[in-house]
C-alpha cells in the first residue's frame, strides 16, 4: 500500500468527526473553528535521517530551521499565520556532543524569525537515526481559509515563485557536492508565511497548497478534491536558475504556494502581489472540467502527448 493509499484508509476509518465544525484528514490542515469568526489549523510533518536528511549533510542549525519550516508552509498553504509548535525529537545514541543544543538553536531562531512560539513536544531516544517531528498551529479568519476543494472551472493556476531548485540541489547533495548554491536552497526551504495569509485575504484565491512532492504531483490533489481538470502550459512554467523542467515539475521541496483564481480576477491579483512582494506571481495554466482529475500538458498551446515527461512522482 502506497503513502496515499494508506492516508485514504486511514481517512475511511475515521470518517466521524464530532459534529463541531472540525475539517480533518485531505487539506493541507487540519481546521478547527473557535467562534468569533476564527479559526485554529493544525498540521504535522516528520523528517527522519535517511529519508529526508543526511545528518552528514547539514548542519544541525540549518536542520532546526528547515524542520520548521515544512510545517510552516503547510499553514502558510491554508491562508492563515502560524502561531505555534510543538517539536517532537527522537534522537540516537550516538550524536555528536552538542548536535540537540546546536539543532534547537537552529528551530528557535526560526521560530523568533517567523513569530511563531514553541510551546511543547516531547523527547526520546531513537534506536533508528534522528526523528524529527512538528505539530504546527495556525489561526485566522475562517473567512481567509483556502483549502484544495475550492478550485472552480475557468481558474487561472498560479505558483508564488521559480520552481525546481530544490530537487537540482538534492541531486547535488546526493553526488557529493555539498557546497552549491543550489544545495544550499535545498537545506534552506523559505515557506511563504508572508504571501500565504496575504492571499487568504484574496476573495479571488479559490484553492490553494504547497509544493512539497511537486506541481505535476500536487496539482491532482486539487484536481481531485475539486473535481475538475487542468491544463499546463509547459512554457509558462518558472524553472529556478539550474534546474530542469523535470525538476520544476516532477522534483519536491520547494515548499511554494499553488492557487487558483478566478479567471476575472487574476490579472490584478497578480499586479497586487508583485507590489506588495516585489516578485510575480507565475501563471502556469487554467482549470477544466473534468471529471477524473485529468492533467492536460500545453506547448505553444497545443497538446504534448506521449509519456515523456518521465517525473518520479506520476
Ligand atoms: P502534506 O504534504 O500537505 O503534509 P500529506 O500528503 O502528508 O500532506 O497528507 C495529506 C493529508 O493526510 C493531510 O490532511 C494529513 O493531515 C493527512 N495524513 C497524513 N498522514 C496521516 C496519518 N498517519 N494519520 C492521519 N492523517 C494523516
Ligand atoms: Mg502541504
Not at 511563531?116 to 498551529?137: E, H, K, N, P, Q
Not at 512554467?237 to 519536491?252: M, N, Q, R
Request: aromatic share 6%.
Amino acid at each position: 500500500m502506497g503513502e496515499f493509499e494508506l492516508i485514504a484508509a486511514i481517512a475511511r476509518s475515521c470518517r466521524t468527526l464530532p459534529d463541531n465544525g472540525f475539517e480533518g484528514i485531505g487539506d493541507d490542515c487540519a481546521v478547527l473553528p473557535v467562534g468569533d469568526g476564527e479559526a485554529l489549523v493544525f498540521t504535522c510533518d516528520a523528517l527522519c535521517e535517511g529519508v529526508h536528511f543526511l545528518r552528514d549533510a547539514i548542519s544541525p542549525e540549518a536542520l532546526g530551521a528547515k524542520t520548521l519550516a515544512v510545517n510552516l508552509s503547510d499553514v502558510a498553504a491554508m491562508g492563515v499565520r502560524p502561531v505555534a509548535t510543538l517539536l517532537a525529537l527522537s534522537l540516537p545514541a550516538d550524536l555528536d556532543a552538542g548536535w540537540a543544543e546546536r539543532f534547537v538553536a537552529g528551530y528557535t531562531a526560526a521560530s523568533e524569525r517567523s513569530g511563531v512560539a514553541l510551546v511543547g513536544g516531547d523527547t526520546t531516544r531513537s534506536t533508528s537515526g534522528v526523528v524529527l517531528s512538528v505539530t504546527a498551529i495556525g489561526r485566522g479568519p475562517a473567512a481567509h481559509l483556502k483549502r484544495r476543494r475550492d478550485a472552480r472551472i475557468g481558474d487561472a493556476i498560479f505558483v508564488t515563485d521559480r520552481l525546481g531548485a530544490s530537487a537540482a540541489g538534492l541531486r547535488d547533495l546526493l553526488a557529493g557536492r555539498c557546497g552549491t548554491p543550489l544545495a544550499e536552497i535545498h537545506r534552506t526551504p523559505q515557506a511563504e508565511i508572508e504571501a500565504g495569509p496575504w492571499l487568504g485575504e484574496q476573495p479571488a484565491v479559490h484553492a490553494m497548497m504547497d509544493l512539497s512532492d511537486g506541481l505535476a504531483s500536487d496539482l491532482r490533489h486539487i484536481l481531485a478534491a475539486s473535481h475538475c481538470g487542468a491544463a499546463i502550459d509547459l512554457d509558462a512554467i518558472p524553472v529556478a536558475a539550474g534546474a530542469t523542467l523535470d525538476d520544476a515539475l516532477g522534483g519536491g521541496e520547494d515548499y511554494k504556494l499553488l492557487l487558483t483564481v478566478s479567471a476575472t480576477a487574476a490579472d490584478g491579483l497578480a499586479s497586487a502581489f508583485e507590489a506588495r512582494f516585489g516578485r510575480p506571481l507565475y501563471r502556469v495554466g487554467r482549470i477544466e472540467a473534468a471529471d477524473d482529475a485529468a492533467l492536460r500538458w500545453l506547448r505553444d498551446g497545443n497538446p504534448v502527448v506521449g509519456d515523456w515527461l518521465g517525473f518520479r512522482h506520476f
